[in-house]
């Protein structure tokens, strides 16, 4: 990889926040809920190297975690009376915050991939079948 061509992380993290192509910012990242398509329908970007495995889940636990501290000092004053409700409220609110956060968290750890050229992602390993065919 020569200097011109680095992939800024950044940008690149942003869109995968977003549910993007990490490459053009255009194309779908999922085809499923957690299912990262194989190519960019926009751009043709090979996407099917991420090696994502256990980090989006890792980091969902984290930050729900530590929301989840912070919400329950928030209602515990106001719900000490009733603990049942609070169990139920909290439960529910762990559950939403950490299914909205999954996919999230595997467009980011899926962006920093690409950025960084991990797993396959790298420039050089694209272009072998095209120096094979000249």
Do not use: W
């Given at each position: ?5 680095t992939r ?7 869109r ?10 255009e ?7 957690l299912k ?13 190297h ?6 989006p889940?890792y980091?969902?636990i984290l ?13 515990f004053?106001y ?7 609070l ?6 609110i762990a ?15 899926v962006?920093?991939?690409w950025?960084k050229?991990?797993?396959g ?14």
């Open positions: 990889m020569t200097t011109s061509e800024e992380t950044k940008p690149a993290i942003l995968g926040l977003r549910h993007r192509c990490p490459a053009c910012g194309g779908q990242l999922f085809a499923r809920y990262v398509k194989n190519t960019c329908s926009e751009c043709g970007e090979e996407l099917h991420h090696r994502a495995d256990d980090g889940a980091l969902t930050i729900v975690g530590h929301v989840m501290g912070f919400v329950l000092h928030g209602l004053g719900m000490r009376d009733d603990p049942l409700m169990a139920l409220v909290l439960c529910t559950t939403v915050l950490a299914l909205l956060m999954l996919p999230r968290m595997k467009g980011l750890m962006g920093y991939q950025a050229e991990m797993h992602f790298s420039k050089s390993r694209a272009r072998l079948p095209e120096a094979s065919e000249a």
